[in-house]
């Protein structure tokens, strides 16, 4: 492989950008290590190949991984044995960060194997809640973490990829670019869900096979909102409830020092109190 990239422009090329993304994966993760080179701590050329796959499979865009893979692909079922299965992935896009999950689900079987969770905070909604548009900057932090997520979800075998995106894209007038963005990775159109199916997605992933006394209440603490949903895991949501009061919302609006004042940390006490009082009116949150 290193005599095939003395040669080949384009493997040499991709090996570059492999190295130099691994780095700066590396130093968003420890700030300062991406002066220890790239890929196997290699600054060029390729030195471990399983550091390589690893670097695939992670999502990064390395070309001697994705060879190894399909080397690995062309064994068959001689290296790990597992029942007929499909997989997928689904990408949470928050206002302060995207989530990514692929599972496999087995015929059969109703419980999933989990085979990659990750989370990186992009501030999507920085400056939403005062312009209504996504800010240039922070578009394109989300948009790179994007199309390393779906690399992954490819690498780890994905048949299909979806992305929900909740309170600063709803609120957002300027979506269009994540949304081809989204299309282009994904290839899926990006759904955009209302605050009350966020809510029930949330009460669903938080009381599946909990053992406690019902009904529940799940709160779901976002960066643009924060739901508010009461009922059991039989019935599923008996009433929910979206309100705008998420950490990054409440920050820009009210938070005006850091550390924050007395008087911010008021103001933002003010602003949580009046909206419990609103989500007492409208659930019998003292039920559960």
């Keep these: 492989l290193n005599e095939q990239e003395e040669i080949d422009p384009n493997l040499r090329t991709g090996l570059r950008r492999a190295h130099e993304e691994y780095a700066r994966e590396r130093g968003r993760l420890a700030p300062g290590s991406e002066k220890e080179g790239g890929v196997g701590g290699s600054a060029r050329g ?18 001697v991984g994705r060879w190894v893979a399909a080397a690995l692909k062309g064994q068959g079922d001689t290296i790990h044995y597992e029942k007929l299965a499909r997989r997928a992935a689904a990408i949470d896009l928050g206002t302060n960060s995207i989530r990514l999950l692929v599972v496999r689900a087995s015929d059969g079987e109703d419980d999933l194997v989990e085979l990659a969770r ?75 869900i ?21 009904p529940f209440l799940v709160l779901d603490i976002g960066g643009g909102s924060t739901e508010f949903v009461l009922g059991d895991d039989s019935n599923g949501p008996r009433a929910a409830v979206s309100m705008q009061i998420g950490s990054v919302r409440l920050t820009e609006r009210l938070v005006h020092t850091d550390p924050p004042s007395y008087r911010d940390l008021e ?21 559960a």
Excluded: W
Excluded at 46 to 63: F, Q, R, S
Excluded at 166 to 177: F, G, H, K, M, Q
Excluded at 178 to 188: C, D, R, S, Y
Excluded at 267 to 287: C, K, Q
């Design 46 to 63: 390729v030195k471990c190949l399983h550091a390589h796959y690893a670097h695939y499979v992670a999502g990064g865009p390395d070309p």
């Design 118 to 192: 990750d989370m990186v905070i992009t501030r999507l909604g920085q400056g939403v809640d005062a312009t209504g548009r996504l800010n240039p900057a922070a578009l394109r932090r989300t948009i790179d973490v994007l199309e390393r997520f779906c690399r992954r979800s490819r690498a780890l075998g994905a048949e299909r990829v979806h992305l929900a995106a909740t309170s600063a894209v709803r609120d957002a007038s300027n979506r269009d670019e994540l949304a081809a963005a989204v299309q282009l990775f994904t290839g899926e159109p990006m759904e955009v």
């Design 194 to 214: 209302t605050g009350e199916r966020e809510a029930q997605l949330s009460f669903q992933g938080a009381t599946r096979g909990l053992r406690a006394p019902r």
């Design 267 to 287: 103001a933002v006490d003010r602003a949580v109190a009046s909206a419990l009082g609103e989500v007492e009116d409208r659930l019998s949150v003292h039920d």
